[in-house]
Nanobody, 113 residues
Framework: QLQASGGGLVQPGGSLRLSCAASGRVFGATVMSWYRQAAGKQRENVALILNNGAATYTDNVKGRFSISRDSAKSAWYLQMNSLRPEDTARYYC?????????WGQGTLVTVSS
């Protein structure tokens, strides 16, 4: 079970840090990801991070968002800076391990003045 947190209302240009934690210890090769889904749009991958720390980002968040992980805590994070109104969405964390995907319940991020 995954628990996402950290969403909220922030002004344009502001920052938020999302967290996701797995209820149990995660072993083996894993991919920890963040997705988002804006109203009326498809869910899109925002960022992912591998066991070795290698990370990828979708183009429109590069340089603004940063994903990190704490494998000892089975947790990962999304630091979001320079937020824009178009970043408004529900953000979901996903854990991929041993051929199975696990999703968190989502946390709402609203960027508005």
């Amino acid at each position: 079970q995954l628990q996402a947190s950290g969403g909220g209302l922030v002004q344009p240009g502001g920052s938020l840090r999302l967290s996701c934690a797995a209820s149990g210890r995660v072993f083996g090769a894993t991919v920890m990801s963040w997705y988002r889904q804006a109203a009326g749009k498809q869910r899109e991958n925002v960022a992912l991070i591998l066991n070795n720390g290698a990370a990828t980002y979708t183009d429109n968040v590069k340089g603004r968002f940063s994903i990190s992980r704490d494998s000892a805590k089975s947790a990962w994070y999304l630091q979001m800076n320079s937020l824009r109104p178009e970043d408004t969405a529900r953000y979901y964390c996903k854990l991929s391990t041993r051929g199975t995907d696990y999703w968190g319940q989502g946390t709402l991020v609203t960027v508005s003045s």
